[in-house]
């Protein structure tokens, strides 16, 4: 007679040995989780039967509190979605209000823009390097090497915008000042070093056999599923398939900038580490060639002079798309008149790749399943809103 | 299959669901980004089907699902999709009328509309007839409010947390 529930018992074939299914929780108190996420697995021995992620520990209302200020002040809220690269979800928001509003940018704010979005790019893939080489067992050397890069990228966002993490920046029309005198030469040097720091973590990483043996092959995910799934970004771009809204549904100054879209082949986890480091060697290149313009333009304006001191917008709606460092950033937007908008809706590409993990991680073994969650990069400021 | 297509413009896209859907009592209008067709419920699978399978549509995407509350007209659904195939985008709006948010789910079409669909039901309160696992995504499991409609505070906190005797929560 069996301790255990009846349903839960079930005898291998083979050698008649009874296991038994094991639920384990994993977080949301947990580093391997990379924030507050709980995943609920069930177990047969080492191998996921089943897995049921719970989001929403950090779930702060970022809708309605939008809905309730006014189109200036909601964009500090927007740049604590994706807390490891703020700049990029400012951009998002500020193109919505613009594309609602009719709103045109200088062109000299379009490059700062786009510097400071391939920055933060560079910031999350490194904060995704570091904590990724972590949960596959390098403790905790590569996340020190992952944050030697972050520091010095934040030390010119404290210059530039007076904050690290959430800069607030950005605004609809524009970005709020000009670049510090001595960004060219800043920047550079940051170049430099960001180039040094991705060829330490080929060395530490990459030149490792066992990280490789124990990324290769995992999870490879099919493009067909990929998009069913709703996977964007990286993860999809690792499956072999080339996309990229960057490219692919151009805005703002990408269409005058030269860069590649690194994709894989088999869409496993090795993949999506590889597509994420040639990703952030792509936008060193955008980078640099963003301060070869802006060196051709300075002095000029860096916002749109003609705005009042209250935006308000009678009426319209608008789904924008960017290309966010984890995936298509999307907000929907719709205005009905006022001083702030009626909906705002966020689609975060960390909240959809996530909702793909059960597919992904059901037949693996225990350990693996917190890479396949490592690999997807999510951060849980997107997740939960 | 990785091709680079530049996007299709949103009259031709319109031009194309108007050719498609002309037959059924649809709405086809634009935003400012995409095409939009206006849907009531009872047609709304009909329309999804379409668009995911015709050969000239092949919206194989799922971008994004948006509840929003239209205060006395209903709730309103809208859906974004897109067509990797043929680079084009269009929002399907299904608005509900008032005391009666049911939408037939598109999980077993579209995968990536489970959570989207948890999300919209436990915001603004629509139901998605057919979903598999309808319960609470982003708020705790056993609270029943929606707080996306216009009709909830932004200010009352629910949990008070042993502050009763104070308001909390900040004034805006």
Redesign the interface.
């Known amino acids: 007679m069996s301790i255990w529930p009846e349903e839960r018992v079930h005898a291998l074939a083979d050698d008649g040995f009874e296991t038994v299914d094991m639920t384990i929780n994993v977080g949301p108190q947990h580093p391997a989780t990379h924030g507050v996420f709980r995943m609920v697995l069930t177990v047969d021995g080492e191998k996921v039967v089943d897995c049921e992620p719970y989001?929403?520990y950090l779930?702060r209302?970022l809708?309605?509190?939008t809905?309730?200020?006014d189109y200036r002040q909601a964009m500090g809220w927007w740049d604590r979605t994706d807390y490891l690269a703020g700049m990029a979800c400012e951009m998002a928001y500020c193109m919505a209000v613009e594309?609602?509003g009719n709103i045109s940018v200088p062109l000299r704010a379009e490059y700062i823009r786009v510097m400071m979005v391939e920055l933060s790019r560079i910031l999350s893939h490194f904060m995704f390097f570091g904590a990724f080489g972590a949960d596959v067992g390098s403790f905790g050397t590569s996340f020190i090497y992952g944050w030697r890069e972050r520091e010095r990228i934040y030390d010119f966002f404290e210059e530039v915008a007076g904050d690290r993490m959430f800069p607030t920046y950005f605004r609809p029309g524009g970005v709020q000042m000009d670049l510090p005198e001595n960004y060219q030469d800043r920047v550079r040097w940051l170049l430099g070093s960001i180039r040094q720091g991705l060829e330490d973590f080929d060395g530490l990483l990459v030149g490792n056999e066992i990280f490789v043996e124990r990324c290769r092959g995992l999870s490879p995910v099919t493009?067909e599923q990929a998009?069913?799934?709703?996977l964007t970004g990286p993860c999809l771009r690792a499956t072999?398939?080339?996309?990229d809204l960057r490219?692919?549904?151009p805005y703002s100054v990408y269409p005058n900038l030269k860069f590649d879209i690194p994709?894989g082949a088999n869409g496993d986890v090795f993949d999506r580490f590889m597509v994420r480091m040639a990703e952030a060697w792509q936008s060193t290149l955008i980078v640099e060639q963003c301060l070869d313009a802006l060196s051709q333009m300075e002095g000029e304006l860096v916002l749109n002079p003609d705005l009042p001191k209250t935006l308000r917008i009678d009426s319209?709606?608008?789904?924008?798309?960017t290309e966010g460092t984890k995936g298509?950033y999307?907000v929907?937007a719709?205005a009905k008149g006022g001083n702030k908008p009626?909906?705002m809706?966020l689609?975060s590409p960390s909240?959809?790749n996530l909702?793909?993990l059960r597919?992904m991680v059901i037949g693996t073994y225990v350990a693996d399943a917190i890479i396949i969650l490592g690999s997807l990069d999510i951060v849980l400021g997107e997740v939960?809103? | 299959m990785s091709k680079t297509l530049a996007p299709k413009p949103i009259d031709q896209v319109v031009k194309l669901l108007e050719q498609r859907f002309g037959k059924l009592p649809v709405a086809i209008n634009q935003t400012a980004t995409d095409a939009n067709i206006d849907c009531p419920p009872e047609h709304f699978r009909a329309v999804v089907e379409e668009l995911k399978n015709h050969r000239d549509l092949a919206f194989d995407f799922l971008r994004n699902i948006v509840g929003i509350d239209m205060l006395e007209e209903g709730l309103a659904c809208k859906y974004q999709f897109f067509s990797y195939k043929n680079r084009q985008a269009v929002q399907v709006t299904v608005l509900t009328p008032p005391g009666n948010p049911h939408i037939p789910s598109i999980t077993d079409l579209y995968p990536a509309a489970n959570w989207h669909e948890r999300e919209a039901a436990e915001m603004v309160g629509l139901i998605f007839d057919g979903h598999p696992n309808l319960k609470n995504l982003l708020l705790d499991e056993d609270v029943r409010i929606h707080p996306l409609l216009k009709a909830h505070p932004l200010q009352k906190a629910e949990i008070l947390q042993g502050i009763e005797d104070t308001t909390p929560g900040f004034t805006f």
């Open positions: 989001i929403g779930h209302g809708e309605k509190l809905e309730n200020h594309k609602l493009p998009i069913a799934w709703g072999g398939y080339k996309f490219k692919d549904e994709t319209g709606e608008c789904y924008v798309r298509e999307g929907y719709l009626y909906r809706k689609r909240f959809c909702s793909a597919e939960d809103k």
